[in-house]
Every structure is written in C-alpha cells, then in structure tokens.
T-cell receptor
C-alpha cells in the first residue's frame, strides 16, 4: 500500500490564483481530512469527510473548498489564494471515526503564496 | 480548542526514559487518549492510544491515571531519532475529528 499520498510536494502561487491540492489513499478508509500547519503551530482542521459524498467544515474552512466523489480521493481547492494561506497542508485518513481513531497522514504540501 | 494541556518543551538524555505528561481534566467517559508525534516537518505519526488501562506497544507505554484526568507517555530508552513534537489528543466524540494542540517539543540530547 502507498498509504496517503499528496501532490504536489511544493507549490508557489501568486495572490488571487487558484489551485487544487491532491490527496489520495489506498487503504479503503472512510474518513479523510485536511489540516494546515503554520510555523511553530499545531495542526488546524480545514475540512473533513466521513465518506464519499459527505463533507463538513473544520476550524478554518474559509477560502477552501472540498468534495469527495470517491472513497480514495479528497482534493482541497484554494479558490483565490492569499498570503495568509501560506502554510504546510496535511491530508489524513482513517478507517472510521469510530472509537479507535488511528489517522494516517500524508507527507504534506508546502504552499507559498506571494 | 484542544482539550489537553502539555508542557511546551522538554529535554531528555539519550538512553534515558522520556516521560511526557498530559492533562485532560474534562475528558468524557467514551473518549480515548491518543498520542501522535511529528518529526521535523513530516506528517504526524500515530504512537498509541488508551481508554482506561495502561497500554504498551513497540514504540511506547501509556499510563492513564485512575480518574482519567491525566496521562503520561513513556519512551523507555529515548534516542536522538525520538526528537519530535508530541501531541496528546482526546477524542473523538461522535463524528468530531481529532483536534491537535501545540504539543510538547521533546529534544533528546546526546
């Protein structure tokens, strides 16, 4: 299994540009989520999904869109990039949001918005 | 907001046990205690979880107090590769995802 994969690893955008961060998992996990991590900070939840076709907002959803058309993929869309969105983005998945919640994280996408 | 309180940083000598404390005084009866760690800028990695009883795996031991209001993660023989940020997390509750705080930055010193 490849686990959780994220592309691209690095990205530089100009203010106002849009882009999609890709996340895929091959473990047949129901639950997927996106976090952002700013320097010296913990992870903050952006959006999450408990299954295909179902998404919900986390702590910091503004400026981001998600959709979950398949179990495997959970892309994160930046609608109009702003310098405040400069961060490292992590995607995670787990079998379910049940009582045992071991999340598997991807390697991250490092995004800089100029 | 995170439901846990951890010291911002700790040091440990290489080869010694690292004991990382965590307070979670508002934990509810059906919530688990999870520990994750993040080495440098990699994605967080699951370490261990527990509900009431002490737990041990190949990476660490988790000691939960009887009233469940605090816990300690123990790395029995810390190595330089254990230098990382360690997150203590309580959850999930229903369909609420894990909430990460700032964690404890553990520095293992040679």
């Amino acid at each position: 299994n490849a686990g959780v994969t994220q592309t691209p690893k690095f990205q530089v955008l100009k203010t106002g540009q849009s882009m999609t961060l890709q996340c895929a998992q091959d473990m047949n996990h129901e639950y997927m989520s996106w976090y952002r991590q700013d320097p010296g900070m913990g992870l903050r939840l952006i959006h999450y999904s408990v299954g295909a076709g179902i998404t919900d907002q986390g702590e910091v959803p503004n400026g981001y869109n998600v959709s979950r058309s398949t179990t495997e993929d959970f892309p994160l869309r930046l609608l109009s990039a702003a310098p405040s969105q400069t961060s490292v983005y992590f995607c995670a998945s787990s079998y379910s949001l049940g009582r045992y919640n071991e999340q598997f994280f991807g390697p991250g996408t490092r995004l800089t918005v100029l | 907001d995170a439901k846990t309180t951890q010291p911002p940083s700790m040091d440990c000598a290489e080869g010694r046990a690292a004991n990382l404390p965590c307070n979670h005084s508002t934990i509810s009866g059906n919530e688990y205690v999870y520990w994750y760690r993040q080495i440098h800028s990699q994605g967080p990695q699951y370490i261990i979880h527990g509900l009431k009883n002490n737990e041990t795996n190949e990476m660490a031991s988790l000691i939960i107090t009887e009233d469940r209001k605090s816990s300690t993660l123990i790395l029995p023989h810390a190595t330089l590769r254990d230098t990382a940020v360690y997150y203590c997390i309580v959850g999930p509750s229903g369909n609420t995802p894990l909430v990460f705080g700032k964690g404890t930055r553990l520095s293992v010193i040679a």
